[in-house]
């Protein structure tokens, strides 16, 4: 269930050099719960679309099932959408992509959609370098069935019903890594400073790209002992390239060079240590963020910003050299090629 916005707008609202405001760039209200980091990301979206002066009917949104799932109802109400069925939004952008690639192709999915029910699709779709921009909001539990462990819980974690996960938790960004995703990056749904420039690069680059964006689920993994709650994150997060802090009453800044540790205080009196990398850091090294990534899972740390990058990466329709027209712009001699084809290849396979 969703609600529609007044369409009533300041006649002055800036606009992008297509004429568009932001709000032409949004959906409607959102039913999420009060302070999920959901919304936060669908916000984050809709300023880089803004900032990118995307035509919005250029777009296609497409999603599976779950709170994540829910969320392209929020922003983008002028683009196509397509809300598929459990863990096949994959299949879905695939098809979708290769019948008309003038379409910039934005997936949405979860920690369950895509880590459990979905996981053979989310691997295909990542080996096979599809042309999209694939969002994972991914809060390590089952939002809409009462918070159970999802597969990207950490080893350890305790869920609101005081159990702790038995299983070690999938590293959704490691194993795009290794499957062959051509952008991949990490982030935190509270740190919109440094989402919205990876949202911005991801619809820009020519192959498939990945975001895993840690989204706390305020209802039911929120707690003490959740490794995916706003204390932890606040508390484990050291940046790649560079880190915002999740404001509660204002916002926090501070500034410090990277060969030193910077501890800065939270408003609840928690601590967070800040550790930038180095400048020399070199994203196209894949051994290198492999290694880093493993470092920081011992030491409980989460890693956030641009993680890998491939420029020389070819995407799917130029890999199977599929037409550059949409499919229905194709006309029936064009799809059909006559008699003289079919022979041909009929006689190849003998």
């Known amino acids: 269930m969703s ?7 300041h006649p002055r609202l800036p606009k992008n050099p297509l004429g568009y405001t932001r709000r032409d760039y949004e959906g409607s209200l959102s039913t999420l719960c009060a302070g999920c980091g959901h919304d936060s990301i669908s916000a984050a ?12 009917h250029k777009v296609a949104k497409l999603s599976g099932i779950g709170c994540s799932s829910k969320t392209p109802a929020y922003f983008l109400s002028n683009s196509h959408g397509f809300n598929s069925v459990h863990g096949r939004m994959p299949s879905v952008a695939t098809g979708a992509n290769l019948a008309n690639r003038d379409l910039l192709y934005l997936g949405v999915s979860g920690d369950g959609d895509s880590a459990s029910i979905g996981f053979g699709q989310f691997a295909h779709v990542i080996r096979r370098n599809l042309n999209m921009t694939y969002i994972v909001m991914n809060n390590g539990c089952y939002g809409l069935t009462k ?3 999802s597969a990207t819980a950490d080893n350890g974690s305790i869920s609101k ?5 038995t299983f070690e938790g999938i590293d959704l960004c490691a194993l795009a890594i290794e499957l062959g995703a051509t952008y991949v990056a990490q982030s935190f ?8 420039p990876l949202i911005k690069a991801a619809l820009s680059h020519n192959g498939f790209s990945l975001i895993n964006v840690i989204s706390p689920c305020v209802t039911f993994n929120n707690n003490a002992g959740s490794t995916k709650s706003y204390d932890y994150v606040r508390e484990h997060n050291e940046a790649l390239n560079r880190i915002d802090f999740v404001p509660i009453k204002s916002e926090i800044t501070t500034e410090y060079n990277h060969d030193i540790v910077k501890y800065v205080e939270m408003h609840d009196g928690s601590m967070i240590k800040l550790n930038k990398i180095s400048p020399e850091w070199n994203p196209e090294n894949k051994l290198s963020i492999i290694t880093a990534l493993q470092k920081a899972k011992q030491n409980h740390e989460i890693l956030t910003g641009l993680l890998y990058l491939d ?10 050299n599929a037409t550059n027209r949409p499919l229905n712009t194709l006309t029936e001699k064009e799809l059909c090629p006559g008699e003289t084809a079919l022979q041909n290849i009929n006689a190849s396979l003998r």
């Open 161 to 165: 019903s005081g159990n702790a996960n």
């Open 147 to 149: 918070g159970q462990d």
């Open 311 to 320: 420029n020389n990466s070819v995407e799917l329709n130029d890999l199977i």
């Open 45 to 56: 979206i809709v300023d880089a679309c803004f900032e990118l002066n995307i035509q919005p």
């Open 3 to 9: 609600y529609i916005k007044p369409k009533f707008q």
């Open 189 to 196: 749904s509270g740190d919109k400073t440094q989402l919205i």
